[in-house]
């Protein structure tokens, strides 16, 4: 399953606050926090309760962290106000607690709460400002999440979709804040939609959201670009194993471009994607020469950065597919070293 919205790549999070170290320490309770945070903008408030909401879970307070976020939503709510600043908070917090119930892999109570958040969105559909967006685009993400590991496609599709441009507007506006979540986004669709075709749109895409993120080279979108090459990878790799080395080839060319753009050094992992692409290459008819000439040039670059795992695949490769250019001396100093 792809990372829920609560990962901080997704939306980059200002510098942590006194108060946001009182909360994670339980050193501040839910009354108090909801006379604090008045004062703040959304977006503020929003982030510091997704931080804190993520920082206990990657420490095992998980239903820690659901309990809380419950607890602050009862006082909330309990204030009486119908709109402004404490409902756009009241949807946050359950669309946060969705995320919670997601990585906690409680459906259920994902679903209920995702009903709950949709339903205090729905009172004003016709809003297009900054908190609804965000937090609809997170909480469609989620909810494609659900029904997606649910093996209920179609919901799942339609919602990620949702999400994508809801994050491409927002990205438009502030690509700083949104781009990364756009990636992340994108980078979930190649695994909610079941059809190729789809996938393919979703991969033309990519190209065009990173070109653009990858020219700011944050650190936001570094890490995203890294997840999408990742993910790029994976399916290209999954696409030999079904023996379809022409659509892997598009993944790998992709994922390697993409990667050059971040890491303009040639390190080991582009070398594996190099690989990976000059395997598939040889494997069509087409393409077989291109394959055997790239995979010739890995094996001098592997011998240089010293990567004998990936050296010795290279010639597995090659001698498996019978290859008479063959060049013996590229490797011939990995079996008789100079004295």
């Not at 949709?118 to 993400?141: C, G, H, I, M, T």
């Amino acid at each position: 399953m792809n990372q829920i919205s609560l990962d901080p790549i997704f939306i980059p999070a200002g510098e942590i606050s006194g108060i946001s170290r009182d909360l994670l320490r339980g050193e501040i309770n839910p009354i108090e926090l909801r006379h604090t945070i008045e004062v703040f903008p959304f977006n503020t408030v929003y982030d510091f309760l997704r931080m804190a909401a993520y920082t206990m879970l990657t420490e095992g307070r998980t239903e820690e962290a659901i309990t809380l976020i419950r607890d602050f939503d009862a006082v909330v709510t309990r204030m009486g106000e119908e709109s402004g600043t404490l409902l756009n908070i009241h949807t946050a917090l359950m669309q946060i607690l969705t995320a919670l119930y997601i990585h906690a892999d409680n459906m259920n109570e994902a679903l209920l709460t995702a009903a709950t958040a949709l339903n205090l969105l729905a009172q004003s559909p016709k809003r297009k400002d900054e908190p609804f967006l965000a937090v609809l685009a997170s909480l469609l993400y989620d909810i494609s999440l659900i029904h997606s590991a649910r093996d209920e496609n179609k919901q799942a599709e339609r919602e990620i979709e949702k999400s994508m441009k809801l994050f491409e507007r927002l990205a438009r506006q502030n690509p700083d804040r949104y781009g990364a979540a756009h990636l992340l986004a994108l980078n979930a669709s190649t695994s909610v939609y079941k059809s190729r075709v789809k996938q393919a749109n979703a991969l033309t895409q990519y190209q065009s959201a990173t070109s653009t993120y990858l020219q700011m080279l944050n650190e936001g979108m570094e890490d995203a670009g890294m997840r999408l090459i990742e993910s790029l990878a994976t399916e290209g790799r999954t696409l030999v194993k079904m023996n379809r080395q022409r659509e892997a080839v598009q993944y790998f060319t992709r994922a390697l471009k993409y990667l050059t753009k971040i890491s303009p050094e040639f390190d080991l992992l582009q070398l594996q994607l190099s690989i990976d692409l000059g395997h598939a290459l040889l494997s069509v008819k087409g393409t077989r020469e291109k394959g055997i000439h790239l995979l010739n040039t890995m094996l001098y670059k592997s011998s240089k950065i010293n990567a004998d795992e990936e050296h010795r695949r290279i010639v597995d490769i090659l001698v498996a597919a019978k290859n008479p250019s063959l060049d013996i001396f590229n490797f011939w100093h990995k079996l008789f070293p100079r004295s």
